[in-house]
């Protein structure tokens, strides 16, 4: 089953303080874990990725830890600011396509 | 540039009704998808085109057709709505692998059927 999973449902953050969202997936197919990020009324736009051999990968104020191992990512927000308060969602791609497999995504609320 | 262009953007369907939505693309990528998204459950695959000539069923293809009308062009058909499509639509499109990963989405279509 192509399944990724992810948590928190919603997130509320201080403004300067560290937001988490951790996501898991089953199959080992998956080489390609990117995470997008949705304002209302807008499409999905990719944030960050990572491939499964590095364990972290850093652009700016977004971090992705991946555990291998673990079959776990997860994304890490620096320095969150209210900017930053959309809806987050982890996924997983897979096929010669580059389908993707979403997670349920987070929606991050940073308040001033 | 205007990257992943859909329409309609908002459509009011009664049900048994059909309708398609369109979706082009000015990248020059090869793969092309469709994707539905519901509150709590993400987005999901509905159809995809790994290059112009294909298309393959994604995770809940049901009720849904497609067409790749050329490599810029992926439209969605629904032939005989239903309440359960209501949702929002995302065209997306990419390079095909190993050359691209990035996947580029459209602003969606929001699509209610009473």
């Known amino acids: 089953q192509q399944q990724v999973k992810q948590s928190p449902q919603s997130l509320i953050v201080q403004k300067g303080g560290i937001s988490i969202i951790n996501c898991a997936y089953e199959?080992?197919?998956?080489?390609?874990f990117p995470w997008y990020q949705q304002f209302p009324g807008k499409g999905p736009a990719l944030l960050i990725a990572i491939r499964p051999d590095v364990s972290e990968k850093k652009e700016g104020r977004f971090t992705i830890s991946f555990n291998k191992s673990a079959k776990q990512f997860s994304l890490h927000i620096m320095d969150s600011q209210p900017g930053d308060s959309a809806t987050y969602f982890c996924?997983?791609?897979?096929?010669?396509?580059?389908?993707?497999?979403f997670g349920s995504g987070t929606q991050l609320t940073v308040l001033p | 540039n205007a990257g992943v262009t859909q329409t309609p953007k908002f459509q009011v369907l009664k049900t048994g009704q059909s309708m398609t939505l369109q979706c082009a693309q000015d990248?020059?990528?090869?793969?092309m998808y469709w994707y539905r998204q519901d509150p709590g459950m993400g987005l999901r695959l509905i159809y995809y085109?790994?290059?112009?000539?294909?298309?393959d069923k994604g995770e809940v293809p049901n009720g849904y057709n497609v067409s790749r009308l050329n490599k810029r062009e992926f439209s969605l058909r629904l032939e005989s709505a239903a309440p359960s499509q209501t949702s929002v639509y995302f065209c997306?499109?990419?390079?095909?692998?190993?050359?691209?990963?990035?996947?580029?989405f459209g602003e969606g279509s929001w699509l209610t059927v009473v």
């Open positions: 997306a499109s990419s390079e095909t692998f190993p050359s691209g990963n990035t996947i580029y």
């Open positions: 085109s790994a290059s112009e000539g294909t298309t």
């Open positions: 990248m020059n990528h090869n793969s």
């Open positions: 996924a997983a791609s897979w096929g010669s396509a580059r389908q993707l497999t």
């Open positions: 199959n080992t197919a998956f080489d390609y």
